[in-house]
Structure formats: C-alpha cells, structure tokens
C-alpha cells in the first residue's frame, strides 16, 4: 500500500477538490491526480465523481474515507505534537541530578520561559545519577565531580565547598570558617562512604593525617542535617546543600582540596537536540 496515495487520496476528499487538494499537500494537482489514478487502478476502482467544480466521494470512495480520515489525523495531531516540542510550547524532558539544590533555580527558569515543558526529575547518588544518563533514563544531568566519557558532553556550572554542619547550640557556630584539623578525633555524623562529598572530606583528612570520630554513616544529607541539629555530632554537607535551616550552622573548611565541581551533562550524539540545549544556556547564565 502506498501512503503518498492514501494521502493525496484523503486530502481530495477532505477538500471536495483536487486543487485545494493539491494546496493542502504542497504538491501539484497533475501529482495528485497520478496518485488517484494509480490507487483506483491498481485496486480496480473508481474512488470519486468528478464534476467541472468538485470531486464527489463514491460509494467505495466514502467507505475508504472512513478509514483514512482518522487515520491522517492522528498524523496530524503527531505532527502538531512534534511541531510544539521545536518550539518548546510543550514536552517533557527527564533530568538526573545527585542534589536537588544546585538543580532547583535551573528548573524554575525553565519553568518560567517555557511553562508548558513537563519535567521529570531523578533523585540518586552521582554514580545513579550518571548510569541513568548513560542507559537514556535521563536527557540531561547534573553530576558532582564527573569523570569525562566518551559518550558525555559536560560543561561545568558551579563550584561548591564542603562545610561542616552543627547545631545552632555548638561552641563553633559562630565562626566563619575552620581549620579541618580542628576535626581531628571530633564526633562526626558522615554521609555513605561512595558519596562524592565524604569522600573529599576523607581524602582531605588522610592527606592530613586527620582522623575524626565517625559515629554514624548515613545515607542521605537531609538524615546528616538532622543528626547534626540534634547534637550527635558534627555532619558535612557541600556549601550548595545547607539550605537555611535555622536549627543548624554551617561553616566553610579551609583548604583548596575541599571543593567540589559540579557539571550539566548530556549524551554527546544528542546535544543538538533543541531542548537539550535550552536546559543548558539557562544553566549556563548561574556561571
């Protein structure tokens, strides 16, 4: 079966005409009327009436209307779907990130310039964060410390500083930064040793031969705020993280191994893609 004929086809009949027919497609009516003759002769028919100023559907012409009608518009419909994700007035786009907060003044931007965009958002740590990018899972990431890849196009948008976190009752919580050896045999409440963020805080302290009291490992750093608002113990968290928490302090560490980098991330193949792009120069106007 040929499309091109179902198609000249469906537009004559919508039409009444095969010149408005031939309008509608872009095409001319001698290639509309090849396209009729060619289906009413290969299927051994006669598809329409034609008078000097219409073309009237017959019989076999109306039952196969019947069917090409809906089916053309749903093609429609898929065109004007795709034609609104060009031009951005609507979509949806998934983004991984491994923190919500660096991620959360993009998505508002986003959401301001193109309101009818849908966004998906994964939560994981940066290692889920990137197989989601990788496996397509994700169009777009926000990565902590991301490792170049043959597969990834990376553009850095912020650099953040790790800080410990205490409660607003500690003796420290005044102070606008401290030494990481202070830290040495402290009370400390740390994320997961395979977060980004512990382990710059651990290669800090082994470079300084710092070795503080870990109480507690936990797997998020909503739980280390808590624990550390509480009194359990002194927590890290990167300077993009603390939030404003009334209950907690967070003060910056010294030291230039104590930074983390953090990057906007995509597959390389798919960078063009307009969308895609849209997300990246409004992450680009935080740098």
């Known amino acids: 079966m040929n499309l091109f004929q179902l198609r000249a086809f469906d537009a004559v009949s919508r039409e009444g005409s095969f010149t408005r027919a031939a309008r509608r497609l872009c095409i001319s009516q001698p290639a509309v009327t090849g396209h009729i003759k060619a289906l009413e002769e290969r299927y051994d028919l006669v598809l329409f009436r034609r008078t000097a100023r219409s073309a009237e559907l017959t019989p076999q012409g109306q039952a196969l209307a019947e069917l090409t009608g809906p089916l053309f518009g749903l093609v ?10 060009r031009n951005l007035v609507s979509g949806r786009i998934e983004i991984a990130v491994d923190s919500p907060h660096i991620v959360m003044p993009l998505l508002a931007r986003l959401r301001a310039r193109h309101p009818g965009i849908v966004v998906g958002l994964r939560l994981g740590n940066a290692a889920e964060t990137r ?21 990834l196009h990376l553009e850095d948008i912020a650099v953040s500083r790790i800080c410990a976190v205490l409660a607003r009752t500690h003796p420290w919580a005044g102070r606008s930064g401290l030494d990481p050896g202070e830290l040495d045999g402290v009370a400390m409440v740390l994320r997961e040793p395979d977060s980004v963020t512990r382990r710059t805080f651990d290669r800090a302290c082994a470079a300084r031969g710092i070795r503080p009291n870990v109480l507690m490992e936990l797997d998020s750093r909503e739980a280390v705020i808590e624990a550390a608002a509480a009194g359990i113990g002194i927590g ?29 991330a995509c597959l390389a193949r798919r960078r063009g893609l307009r969308l895609i792009r849209t997300v990246f120069d409004l992450a680009a106007t935080d740098r």
């Open 236 to 264: 890290i968290v990167s300077s993009l993280e603390c939030g404003h928490d009334g209950r907690v302090a967070a003060i910056p560490l010294a030291g230039p191994d104590l930074t983390n980098r953090h990057a906007i």
């Open 76 to 85: 429609e419909r898929a065109e004007d779907l795709l034609e609104a994700n």
């Open 131 to 151: 197989e989601a990018l990788l496996a397509e899972r994700a169009s777009v990431a926000v990565l902590t410390e991301a490792q170049a890849h043959p597969d």
